[in-house]
């Protein structure tokens, strides 16, 4: 008994993360089921449910982690996870660093499947994928939606991002 107790500790408390994202992987499967998916539209569930894993493994360890330092600390440690994005956009740049790490702490998570288009009049952050915009490819650390500052949408760029394989991005809305 004591060697399945141990591994029931060990498949429960390993990785708390990971054990989160397999009660979803469940959750979603039992859905499925429930209301009798057709088998091509689960798979397709089911790929873009673990296309996301590693977003939501990244966010729920900083959830866990952040909150346990102190303020100083978090505020390093965010600016420093955000540097190449907040680095890149040119009205972000040169902020103090307290709006910074708000402006990093305002982005949301999004995963893209291919095909999808990512909606203008936001600033985003592409951690992971390929997507192109008006004729050009944008690539892991790629930033667009910097015109996400103007007042008036006619004169922000035209052109919609569209997922050409399934891409994580970061992301924050005008509002």
């Not at 990244?58 to 952040?66: C, D, F, K, S, Y």
């Not at 996870?81 to 708000?102: E, S």
């Not at 192109?132 to 910097?146: E, I, N, P």
């Not at 006619?154 to 991002?161: G, I, K, Q, Y």
Request: hydrophobic share 45%; net charge positive.
């Amino acid at each position: 008994t004591y060697v399945l107790a141990a591994f029931c500790d060990v498949a429960t408390n390993g990785d708390p993360a990971l054990t989160a994202f397999r009660q979803r992987l469940d959750g979603l499967n039992a859905y499925i089921a429930f209301n009798g998916v057709p088998s091509e539209m689960a798979g397709r569930m089911r790929s873009y449910m673990n296309q996301q894993k590693g977003m939501q493994l990244r966010q729920e360890l900083g959830q866990r982690a952040l909150p346990n330092l102190s303020l100083a600390l978090q505020m390093e440690v965010i600016q420093f996870v955000n540097r190449r994005w907040l680095g890149t956009v040119w009205f972000i740049r040169n902020l103090d660093a307290p709006v910074k790490v708000r402006l990093a702490m305002a982005m949301q998570p999004k995963v893209l499947a291919p095909g999808e288009v990512a909606p203008n009049r936001n600033l985003y952050n592409l951690t992971r994928g390929t997507m192109t915009q008006g004729g050009r490819v944008l690539s892991k650390g790629a930033v667009w939606g910097d015109d996400v500052i103007l007042e008036n949408p006619r004169h922000a760029f035209p052109h919609l991002a569209r997922a050409i394989t399934y891409a994580d991005a970061m992301y924050f809305s005008r509002q």
